[in-house]
């Protein structure tokens, strides 16, 4: 199989975690020999804001509030990982990047200078309302307060639908959407239909 290049965008809650976990797992038992690196950029950023100093504290009150982090930061840190652990050998899953047209095309100079060509882009189409069911349950600490929630859902709206747009537009990139509302095995069934692997 081919080293894959997978980004999974959606809304908060639509199971991009869980969908990405299925994709390593399924991935390691075609080819337990070849690497995947797997970035979460909510998780990198939870740990961000653990530390101290200014721009940290600032990273820190934008999470508490539920607000979109800076594309600056966000390229920053996928960047640094890209830098620091990128060995050329391994898969690549993306969860939650971009969050932003402006992030998309960032990453498109990442993946064209490491000569990523024809990533997947899968979509899990989800409502809010479901969305903010999955949120509600999940239990996480960013997920308890309602106004945190709803402020993380509406940007979106503003901010990842156009990115979403922009890869359904972009022949560089294959994308596909899946209905996310659906059991997690009906969601990866669907998954793998659209990468046309098995």
Known sequence: ??????????RSGAGKGMQSGKLQEFLKNKNSE??????????YFRNFVKSDGHTWERSREVNEVGGRQ???????????????ELKGNEHI???????????????????????????????????QGWA????????????LKPEVVAKRLAFFDKDVAPAISYYRENPEYNFFEVNGEQTPDEVFRDVLQGFNIE
């Open 93 to 127: 899953i993306f969860d939650g990047t971009p969050r932003s047209v402006g992030e998309a095309k960032m990453l498109d100079t990442a993946l064209s200078f490491y000569e990523r060509y024809s990533p997947t882009v899968v979509f899990l189409n989800v409502s």
């Open 70 to 84: 800076p594309d600056f930061l966000a390229v920053w840190v996928w960047g640094g990982v890209f830098v620091n």
């Open 1 to 10: 199989m081919n080293l894959q290049t997978v980004i999974f965008i959606g």
């Open 132 to 143: 903010e069911e999955r949120l509600r349950g999940r239990g996480r600490a960013d997920d």
């Open 34 to 43: 070849t690497p995947v690196l797997y970035i979460e950029t909510g998780a």
